[in-house]
């Protein structure tokens, strides 16, 4: 008998019938004989339309406040969810985050989990139940109610996974697994069996959207063993886990693309040290996110620098760079939206040289144009422009025959 | 300067916008100088939403997850409230019924509060702030969430007043007080600016819809005033209250009518001791409600005994006395759902004789045939035809010149 933690997001209890459907599945496992706890997040989208129901109510909105709120949608999910598992004779337990002793410290709409003592889930589990924990949310050192944010359900899960030495953490969402490519943009793009903690985070950062970043980070510092598979198959889906050193390593997993960044370029800065320092520091400040950095090679002693933002941050990095040209001796700068950034992730790449130049020569094929350029060791990403990402992911994936078996 | 606890119920928060004029008025009275405590209700008909939804995913609805899933409700609320508090520059915290430290027992769906330690809800107002507290729920012996029933939020305010030695607790509702009689049936009818907790009492059991009996006996239990107002309007309502001595009791305060009663009558029961009781202790042990009784002078040894049961119970009632009839030697039995009650209501009867002929002579007079009759030292109440009710509470408001000043 296996202890396993399984995580059911929005779209998988979006309505009464989805509920009985993920409620089915639970019992299926629990009739195989597992122990099981459950971490549900809210219906549908029901955070969002609390959030705006906030917002017509009242233009101040206390964090404190606004986690009180969002919470009732996980605590309706969660009770309706064991609902139906008596309908079907399992009996089921639904507990807030504070009853799952989930504890946060204070930081309203994107707690911290700093402990967790899962005592009553243990005991319900001892007596033969399946524990249904609401997702996202716990109590805080002040004995408040506190929310995770987004993506919170999937970091409940694998906390509790964690606490309580769960065999696997299954994260079930509306896409069947972890795939080569956007199965939307790749029809041939495959699901991947297996894919290191390390893998699946440079994925994440370079725009994969499930599962939730700092799930798999959480998952990587406990070593818990994450499966993300879809609630309405049955199919087994993608395991993230621990870089297996018997195993050989693909060279390159996966091909992501994320268009929801920005680039933005200072030209003819000096070239002289604690320049770009100044320039860095003030964004910092302004806590605007920099994800890709380029500086020019140094020409008669001035250079350009280029970086990206998220969309929602050029404006504000836009004026930044304006507020500071004069005072940094630049002169001028440039601001484009319409840039994507298309990555190749594989833990092999590290012990293979040639795949930079393949990455490059596949794109140079296609007349595609690359305007950045960064890299990890298991990463290399490219910003193109935004028309012609999906060509590029495309032929990516193509190129390191990433179809094949 | 003193402390006020405030209920505000589901109609009085049904959306955006009366929610800020909720908070507009509990505002003004903190910026009159008073420490005010609310109590809120779930939005509008949410409450009713929840169990519905339940009934879509579920046969089985345990007590516990349905309170877990109906107090949602009033989560989502006492939050918004806060949100518009702070808006309006007041400063204000919402408890749920377990931070707010409303203990009660186990009985899920129905609990009945035990102890109340509001910690919290004091060291905020010592802090200024306005506490907010969910209203019909609490927290149990074994720490689960537990729902106070319908009208728990009446008995959450009142609670909270007793507890907090609160000056008055005000009950604001779509009504603007406690009228002579419904304004619907009479429109002349006069809102009572001050009625006992008996006279109060004896108005509930005869079918007066607010407030919610359990908290005015809650409220005669720990003498706490109640003032029964509107929202919406900033006319005083009426105060619920101990009997003042010094004050001569009006004989009649009001006239109540209730529709919810249907008859039964057992025919030709042998007059002997025991009979009445042994019908009775079966319909007790199927938990059927009897309101009133009456049985016929004996004539030649036997009698009929009629009782009345909420209509929600006749079919069960009319079962057992079916089972019953040939048991107890009864020759016959019938069932008339179309009665109601017609009651005056009055601490001054206890010393007035000619009330109860007054009431016959009127009703006689509309021609209005009086089918049973039940009495207590402050309350006189008449089973009619269904269709007359109404006629007999405007001729009886009128025969005790309710309307006057």
Redesign the interface.
């Known amino acids: 008998m296996s202890l396993v933690v399984q995580k059911f997001g929005g779209t998988s209890v979006a309505d009464?019938e989805r509920?009985?459907i993920v409620a089915d599945s639970v019992a299926r496992t629990v009739r195989r004989g597992h122990q099981v706890v459950v971490a549900v997040s809210a219906m549908g989208k029901e955070t969002d339309e609390?959030l705006h129901?906030?917002t017509?109510?009242?233009?101040?909105?206390?964090g404190?406040?606004?986690d009180?709120?969002i919470?009732?949608?996980e605590?309706?999910a969660?009770?309706?969810l064991?609902?139906?598992l008596?309908?079907l004779g399992i009996p089921a337990?639904?507990f807030?985050g504070s009853?799952a002793g989930i504890l946060t410290d204070t930081d309203h709409t994107r707690a911290k989990i700093v402990e967790i003592r899962p005592d009553?889930i243990r005991k319900a589990l001892d007596a033969g139940r399946v524990p249904v924990v609401g997702g996202a949310q716990g109590v805080s050192s002040d004995?408040d109610?506190t929310f995770l944010g987004r993506g919170g359900t999937d970091t409940t899960a694998v906390a509790l996974a964690h606490a309580l030495h769960a065999d696997a953490c299954e994260i079930y969402t509306d896409v069947s697994g972890v795939f080569t490519a956007d199965p939307r943009a790749v029809p041939e793009a495959r699901r991947i069996k297996r894919v290191s903690f390390e893998e699946m985070l440079e994925m994440c950062a370079a725009g994969c959207p499930k599962p939730a970043m700092r799930s798999v980070e959480f998952a990587r510092t406990y070593g818990v063993p994450l499966h993300v598979r879809s609630a309405f198959t049955w199919e087994p889906g993608t395991w993230i886990d621990e870089e297996d050193p018997e195993v050989e390593q693909a060279i390159v997993s996966a091909v992501v693309s994320d268009s929801s960044q920005a680039k933005l370029t200072v030209t003819g800065v000096p070239d002289r040290p604690g320049i770009a320092a100044r320039l860095f520091r003030v964004l910092a400040d302004r806590s605007i996110n920099v994800d890709m950095i380029e500086q020019n090679v140094s020409i008669h002693g001035t250079t350009d620098i280029s970086f990206t933002v998220a969309h929602e941050d050029l404006e504000a990095a836009t004026a930044v760079v304006a507020e500071l040209e004069g005072d940094i001796g630049a002169t001028g700068s440039t601001s484009d939206p319409d840039i994507a950034t298309v990555s190749i992730v594989g833990a092999g790449m590290k012990t293979q040289p040639g795949v930079t130049a393949t990455m490059f020569e596949t794109l140079a094929a296609e007349g595609i144009n690359i305007e950045m350029i960064s890299t990890s060791s298991i990463r290399l990403t490219c910003v193109v422009r935004a028309d012609v990402v999906e060509r590029a992911v495309q032929s990516l994936h193509r190129a390191f025959e990433l179809e094949g078996v």
Not at 56 to 62: M, N
Request: overall charge positive; charged content about 30%; aromatic content about 0%.
């Open positions: 009464a509920m009985r609390l129901l906030a017509e109510v009242s233009k101040v909105r206390p404190r406040e606004l009180m709120l919470t009732a949608g605590r309706k969660m009770a309706l064991c609902m139906a008596h309908d337990d639904s807030t009853q009553r004995k109610v």
